[in-house]
């Protein structure tokens, strides 16, 4: 299953080509990751797994572009990505979102961020808001569209969360373990809200996770990452059918392939 | 939520016990009234000096509400400035505290020198004392906000006058409101300050030309007279302050 990623008969939507990245200043530096080279193809779903502390939430800063490479390069559409991409959102183990807010303003605080959107935000309010509660509906949010993000549960502050990544239609969409604080259950039901999110979408997809059912659920590639500083591992092609339901999780085949990700963890 | 209605007469019923007990005090160890008047004493004189005291009062509440909106404005201004660019915090940092760390009344008499005797220095003193506490509870409250936040809106290519109005100024708001009920409070103790040091008019004025003719009850009477406009200052802004940002005291009714 380990082979090199290569751009197969399109060009890769994002790309990174022998990335480093290193936090603090110079003299004491620490690298987080080094000598990352990945391609995700536009539409795909890719899951970053491996040790807690091994960058993987380093990875989706780079491709952000909310840090910059140290060496190597990151490219998203076919630009160098030098500073942060406004194509893309952003979904945390923290839902982050506004405690001022209600659910239904949470979900459009991008709109009047991104452009061309906030430009005309105003005039095109009603179209915006009827674009929010659309999403939230499909999320099976819409009643709680006036709670403050205080009213709700944990699961559904991690949905609103989701909706407010979602909702200027970025073309990238980077989640650093955003079911990580919830229980199994709750955990369980959002990975099917986002397989259907993302195949009415269809962003591409880095999912930072270290639960191992999760990304074998959710990915089309899985990159195992190596403790600090994080280098990929490995590279495993999931090939389950989509949808993929719960049920999936139980077969055979796709408990052997989440044990085999274990292996290639505990081995670095 | 409405509070039972026990919880809500508590604070009245020890108010009274508080002054009850103090009368009985006084009655039952025989305290001599030019050393601690009874209540019903300072009772009397505040009905006898009714239109001084009024007079007064609204002088002191004139020059305290006038330093305090300063401050207010003052302080909301460099708490977002120094909160928002760690450069102008680093540069201003030491004459900030500096300045704070000066005695009030010590600065009244050069007050009197520049602006003469009366209300000038009040304001002014009202206006230092209470500015400090705002600037530094607004530049903390914009630390507060969580590193993923900025992420957030820093990856949809927000600038940074973006992320201070959407993000930083509410989340600093809790912190701006809370800090207002403490600085009405201190802005009473420096026009107070100053109206004793120097001036002709304001209940500090009052107190320190009733002692000098002896008056306790008088002197006591403008302390009431003090402490029951700082009350009413207090709960003014706590009721704004509750209002405004319900949503950072969310079910917690001990706070507010």
Redesign the interface.
């Known amino acids: 299953m380990k082979m090199q990623a290569q751009s197969q008969d399109s060009t890769p939507f994002v790309q990174l080509r022998n990335a480093s990245l290193a936090y603090g200043g110079e003299g004491q530096q620490l690298l987080a990751v080094d000598d990352i080279s990945m391609s995700i193809e536009q539409g795909e779903f890719i899951a970053i797994v491996g040790p807690s502390g091994c960058g993987k939430s380093s990875l989706l800063k780079l491709v952000s572009g909310l840090h910059p490479a140290l060496k190597g390069e990151v490219i998203v559409d076919g630009k160098a990505v030098t500073s942060p991409i406004s194509i893309c959102g952003m979904a945390f183990q923290n839902s982050t979102l506004l405690p001022w807010r209600t659910t239904l303003d949470n979900v459009l605080l991008p709109l009047q961020i991104v452009q061309p959107f906030a430009g005309n935000f105003r005039r095109h309010r009603r179209e915006y808001v009827e674009k929010a509660r659309h999403l939230l509906a499909s999320v099976g949010l819409l009643e709680f569209e006036k709670k403050y993000p205080w009213e709700l549960s944990g699961g559904m502050q991690q949905r609103a969360s989701l909706c407010r990544a979602l909702i200027h239609d970025p073309r990238v969409l980077l989640l650093d373990e955003p079911f990580g604080a919830l229980d199994a259950f709750t955990r369980e039901d959002l990975w099917e809200v986002l397989q259907t999110l993302w195949v009415e979408k269809r962003p591409t997809v880095v999912l930072v996770t270290h639960d191992l059912r999760e990304a074998a659920y959710l990915a089309d590639t899985i990159y195992v990452c190596s403790p600090r500083p994080g280098k990929i591992v490995s590279r495993n092609e999931m090939h389950f059918p989509r949808p993929r339901s719960l049920e999936t999780t139980f077969e055979p085949d796709f408990v052997d392939t989440v044990q085999l990700l274990r292996e290639k963890i505990a081995r670095h | 939520m409405p509070k039972p209605f026990l919880t809500r007469l508590v604070p009245w019923a020890v108010t009274l016990g508080f002054f009850v007990l103090w009368e009985l005090a006084c009655w039952g160890f025989r305290v001599d009234r030019f050393i601690l008047p009874r209540p019903s004493e300072i009772a009397v004189s505040i009905i006898k000096h009714y239109p001084a005291i009024l007079l007064n009062s609204w002088q002191t509440l004139y020059t305290t509400l006038v330093g305090f909106a300063l401050a207010v404005g003052f302080g909301l201004c460099l708490g977002l400035l120094i909160g928002a660019l760690p450069a102008v915090y680093a540069g201003l940092y030491p004459i900030l505290v500096g300045l704070n760390s000066i005695p009030k009344v010590a600065v009244v008499p050069v007050l009197v020198i520049w602006f003469g005797i009366g209300t000038v220095p009040a304001i002014i003193t009202a206006f230092v004392i209470s500015f400090f506490p705002i600037m530094v509870n607004v530049a903390t409250g914009l630390a507060t906000i969580?590193p993923?936040?900025r992420?957030?809106?820093?990856?949809?290519?927000?600038s940074r006058l973006?992320i201070l109005w959407?993000?930083g100024m509410?989340?600093a708001?809790p912190y701006f409101f809370a800090s207002l009920k403490v600085a009405v409070t201190l802005a009473f103790i420096g026009s107070i300050v100053a109206e004793t040091v120097a001036s002709d008019r304001g209940i500090g004025y009052l107190m320190i030309a009733a002692s000098a003719r002896f008056d306790v009850p008088l002197v006591f009477a403008g302390l009431l007279v003090i402490a029951l406009m700082g009350v009413i200052m207090y709960e003014v802004f706590s009721y704004i302050d509750r209002r405004v940002?319900f949503?950072?005291i969310?079910g917690n009714e001990m706070i507010s």
Not at chain 2, 151 to 158: F, I, K, T, Y
């Open positions: 969580e993923e936040l992420d957030v809106l820093r990856s949809l290519g927000a973006q959407r993000v509410p989340s708001m940002t949503w950072a969310r």
